[in-house]
C-alpha cells in the first residue's frame, strides 16, 4: 500500500517557477516508478513525467521537455516536479502516481494516486 499527498502548487505568472512534490508512505516506494499527471479544466488527465525506481531514468511529454524536471530522493520517500518558464496552458491540477512496473505514460498503469495540487498559471 502506497498513500501520496501532493503540495507546492499555486498562483503563478506565465515565466514563473514552481516545485511539487509528492510524498509517499508505504515500505515500498522504492519500488515504484512515479509519475506526474496533470488535468485541466474539461480535458482528459494527460501524462506529464516519470522517472524510474532502479535507475532514475526520466520520461517527459514533449511539451514539458527543457521547462519541467522530476526527481526523487528515495531516502525521503519524495519524488519532485521543478516547473519552469510556466505557461498558461500548463494551468491545471497535478496529479502524483506511482505504478510497480517500469515507469511508463499510461495512466491505468498506475495503482495509487494522490489528491493533486492546482497550479494556476496567470499571463
Known amino acids: 500500500q502506497v498513500q501520496l499527498v501532493e503540495s507546492g502548487g499555486g498562483l503563478v505568472q506565465a515565466g514563473g517557477s514552481l516545485r511539487l512534490s509528492c510524498a509517499a508512505s508505504g515500505r515500498t516506494f522504492r519500488a515504484y516508478a512515479m509519475g506526474w499527471f496533470r488535468q485541466a479544466p474539461g480535458k482528459e488527465r494527460e501524462f506529464v513525467a516519470a522517472i524510474s525506481w532502479s535507475d532514475g531514468r526520466t520520461y517527459y511529454t514533449d511539451s514539458v521537455k527543457g521547462r519541467f524536471t522530476i526527481s526523487r530522493d528515495n531516502a525521503k520517500n519524495t519524488v519532485y516536479l521543478q516547473l519552469n518558464s510556466l505557461k498558461p496552458e500548463d494551468t491545471a491540477v497535478y496529479y502524483c502516481?506511482?505504478?510497480?512496473?517500469?515507469?511508463?505514460?499510461?495512466?491505468?498503469?498506475?495503482?495509487?494516486w494522490g489528491q493533486g495540487t492546482q497550479v494556476t498559471v496567470s499571463s
Open positions: 502516481g506511482a505504478t510497480p512496473g517500469i515507469a511508463v505514460a499510461d495512466g491505468s498503469r498506475y495503482d495509487y
